[in-house]
């Protein structure tokens, strides 16, 4: 049996408990309120969507998720990139913050992150790369676990590809020079974490406190639980 060398972690309801389906509202809210004055809430809204969309759809591997988003977003905008930059780059600097409470810890995780650190495991972030590194950045730290040494990050300024495609799973390997059965998949969502990564051969850990259950799902993850679960089995 080929010893994992290697932890990937999901971020959202996976090291963090944070629903998507509830910050995506208030992270609208902040952002359309620092550009209103340039761009109406509702076409900055739908257009956000749309160039998301679009990202994670592409599957070229010599553009990075954050050159899909722009060539898609700017145009359709109708407001140049030299104007609107800055203001989400000011935007993550000094109005991201106001949604940390939106995230809470889960007080397992830190545990086990620094366990997996101590007994030499490689520790990679993969979640979904469609934010910029330091919105994903504050979030690891306002989950208490942004001051590790993390192998990788995954963001979209980093990555060509998005979850549920395996190729976002492969060129993660490439980059940290694993082969598959060295490397473990942990994340909450069957669908984007563990369906693609046993599709290349991972390893993976199902956590499935927030998952909810589907009969159709055609294939099961090698280990499931609790975020403390997944604690136990590195211990033994």
Known sequence: MTAIKAILFDLDDTLIASDMKTFLPHYFRALTAKLAHLVPPQKLIDQLL????????????????????????????GIGREILSPLFDDFYQHDFGQLRDLTQVKPEAREIVSGL???????????????PLTAIRQRLEWGGVGDFPYRLITSYENRHFSKPSISYFREILRLIGRQPPECLMVGNDFDHDILPATKIGMKTFWVTEAAPQNPEWPAEADYSGTLSDLGRLVES
């Open 117 to 131: 650190f101590a007994r030499g495991y490689e520790v990679i972030i993969a979640t979904q790369p469609v934010f």
């Open 50 to 77: 749309h160039s998301t969309s679009a990202m994670m759809a592409d599957d070229h591997p010599s553009k990075t998720n954050q050159q899909v988003f722009f060539e898609n977003f700017f145009p359709r905008i």
